[in-house]
DNA sequence: CCAACCTTGGTGATGTGTCAACTATTTCGG
DNA sequence: CCGAAATAGTTGACACATCACCAAGGTTGG
């Protein structure tokens, strides 16, 4: 038998919903009027400059996203042709190929970083007490953790 | 000058994007599964049949939705294709639309509701403290608040 | 060695979201 | 009343996500 949610659920649930819809609708305007780039690519970029010489496997990128390997294969054509980034062969691996990021590319990142990270504090992190961000954190990690086990 | 995110805020930002990215697939995959309905024909299903004649004029579902008038717009129009929902002109106002819900919508709302549900219950209520739950709420409230003050 | 199999990565079709431009109707100031 | 502005909704172009499938290179057991 199916148990409904009760009130307090309800309100929690909609309202996570309703943040959350409006919070990245919001980040994307910005960031895309600021600095001509979406969510996703600052995150491809964001991920290339943490690596070791700005370049990483297609599949390792993957997975450090959580994106599927396809939708990751369509964006990074995309991006190429806008010049964020070039994809190389890889030697070892003849399937292989990394994704590298370039000069523009580099350009693009360090200049919405910035602004976009302080959208993100006065949206979020000024508008919240301390100790909802730890409980943000907690549950955050405990919902992952269950979703990992339902494998 | 821009201040970055410390450790914590960055657990926490992480950590919450990295939740809704999984969450939100896992909740989409299984409606898909279980019913051939994605997220969003769910909610425009259920803002239907919440409404008194099972019909809602069309800019003020697009209010209740959130959505922009031209998503909605699209959406309908794929939903009408499948059969969930009919449009009707309004004797009214000459300009307007309703959206309504047809026999097999509701068919389909009441198949995929009670699934759904358990699954959120299961990933998220039954996962989390009521204390975490109440948070959640609070914080969703708070950031809402403040993006609504930004307009 | 080599045939079956797995992995890496890409492709095309289709459904979805966003923006800007558009049509048709209503409303309202003068 | 008339014409300008506001409102309701649609459309087309394009960016994006997902699915099913494919191609080519690697891996391994016989």
Sequence with gaps: MTRWLDHDEQHA????LRMHGKLSARLNRQLQADSGL??????VLVHLTDAPEARVRVSELAR????EKSRLSHHV???EKRGLVAR???LDDGRGAFVALTTAGRAAIEGA?????DTVRRLVFDTLTAEQVQVLAELSDRVLARLDAEE
Tied chains: 1, 2.
């Excluded at 979406?38 to 995150?43: E, K, P, Q, R």
């Excluded at 450090?64 to 994106?67: G, I, T």
């Design 13 to 16: 649930w909609r309202g996570y």
């Design 88 to 90: 190389e062969e890889c």
């Design 64 to 67: 450090s996203l959580q994106w």
């Design 77 to 79: 054509g995309r991006m």
């Design 38 to 43: 979406s969510l996703a690519d600052f995150d």
């Design 113 to 117: 970083a910035p602004p976009h990270v």
